[in-house]
């Protein structure tokens, strides 16, 4: 089961997102936040497969909150979910850590997640730990 972790500031919004996303087969909400300091302690704690981001929302900033996810929780996809669809705000979310981009678009935030969790299985299988490293060279025996 994908657990999904939703951080957005309007009560609304998380739960039209509750509701979709719980109806998607293999998916669970494993928790709410409605700020970006709850978005980092629930993700501290809860440790999900997906995080579902609002871009702007109160508390810490937000490049700040998605850097520090991405760094403790590189197993974790960061989905940024925003009403703002501006192709160098991709481009700012992308440097910080973020997987997929979405606007508030429902069809285009199940597409943007599917593509997530697909590159972070990519990433994860390469070594198993999610993080991908350079091939070493042989060394040759000296004798």
């Known amino acids: 089961m994908t657990r999904i972790l939703i951080a957005d500031d309007h009560e609304g919004t998380r739960g039209i997102l509750r509701v979709l996303l719980h109806n998607h087969a293999g998916w669970e909400i494993c928790g709410e936040a409605n700020s970006n300091s709850e978005a980092l302690q629930k ?6 497969d997906v995080l579902v981001k609002d871009w702007v929302m109160p508390g810490v900033s937000n490049l700040e909150v998605t850097r520090e996810i991405a760094r403790r929780l590189p197993a974790t996809a960061i989905v940024l979910f925003s009403f703002h669809d501006l192709p160098e705000l991709e481009t700012i979310a992308k440097a910080a850590g973020v997987h997929g981009v979405a606007s508030k678009n429902l069809s285009s935030l199940i597409l943007a997640i599917e593509k997530a969790l697909n ?22 025996d000296v004798q």
Do not use: F, H, V, Y
């Open 43 to 48: 993700s501290m704690e809860l440790k999900p």
């Open 119 to 140: 590159s972070s299985a990519n990433r994860q299988s390469a070594t198993g730990d999610g993080i991908t490293e350079p091939a070493r060279p042989q060394s040759e």
